[in-house]
């Protein structure tokens, strides 16, 4: 990760994310991994979005697992994933992540793009509102579990 001029505030990280999508230039996913990549220095090129790219609307507008959840997993992979075979930072990514995915079935009831959309017509405001805030509140928590961990950096909590 490269210097940061000032530090990341997740509060300011769930508004550009946010922003990112009501203004739609990038769908939540999208969102997220553009924003944490870009908020935390992480120097992945631009095109890293594109890896985000299959998974808004629950993986390929499918239902499936919600867009949010599954960019900030992706960015959590960003700062802690491993990339050698057999790397043990594998256990620290997995488990941050099962963190993230608690975080938000806890708070909605379930992972489910389908179910947590259930009624709404896709892009009504109705719909629009839900998905911004969602997305928003991954972005922060996402945000929120990178810094813990930064100052943590031997995982032990």
Same mark, same amino acid.
């Not at 922003?19 to 990038?26: A, L, M, N, P, T």
């Not at 996913?29 to 985000?52: C, H, M, Q, W």
């Not at 960019?71 to 993230?100: H, K, N, S, T, Y």
């Given at each position: 990760?490269?210097?940061?001029?000032?530090?990341? @505030? %997740?509060?300011?990280?769930?508004?550009?994310?946010?922003?990112?999508?009501?203004?739609?230039?990038?769908?939540?996913?999208?969102?997220?991994?553009?924003?944490?990549?870009?908020?935390?220095?992480?120097?992945?090129? @631009?095109?890293?979005?594109?890896?985000?790219?299959?998974?808004?609307? /629950?993986?390929?507008?499918?239902?499936?697992?919600?867009?949010?959840?599954? /960019?900030?997993?992706?960015?959590?992979?960003?700062?802690? /994933?491993?990339?050698?075979?057999?790397? %043990?930072?594998?256990?620290?990514?997995?488990?941050?992540?099962?963190?993230?995915?608690?975080?938000?079935?806890?708070?909605?009831?379930?992972?489910?793009?389908?179910?947590?959309?259930?009624?709404?017509?896709?892009?009504?405001?109705?719909?629009?509102?839900?998905?911004?805030?969602?997305? /928003?509140?991954?972005?922060?928590?996402?945000?929120?579990?990178?810094?813990?961990?930064? @100052?943590?950096?031997?995982?032990?909590?």
């Amino acid at each position: 990760m490269q210097e940061q001029k000032d530090p990341v @505030d %997740p509060a300011r990280v769930r508004e550009i994310a946010e922003e990112y999508y009501r203004s739609g230039q990038f769908y939540c996913s999208e969102a997220i991994v553009k924003t944490i990549n870009d908020e935390f220095g992480l120097k992945y090129p @631009d095109k890293v979005v594109r890896l985000a790219s299959g998974f808004p609307i /629950g993986i390929g507008s499918a239902g499936c697992a919600c867009g949010a959840v599954t /960019g900030g997993v992706m960015a959590l992979g960003m700062v802690f /994933g491993r990339d050698e075979q057999g790397d %043990p930072r594998i256990d620290r990514c997995l488990a941050l992540a099962r963190e993230l995915h608690a975080f938000f079935t806890h708070r909605h009831g379930c992972l489910c793009c389908r179910t947590l959309t259930h009624g709404m017509v896709l892009k009504s405001p109705e719909h629009m509102r839900q998905c911004i805030a969602f997305t /928003g509140e991954v972005a922060e928590e996402t945000a929120k579990i990178i810094l813990r961990e930064l @100052d943590n950096p031997t995982g032990n909590s």
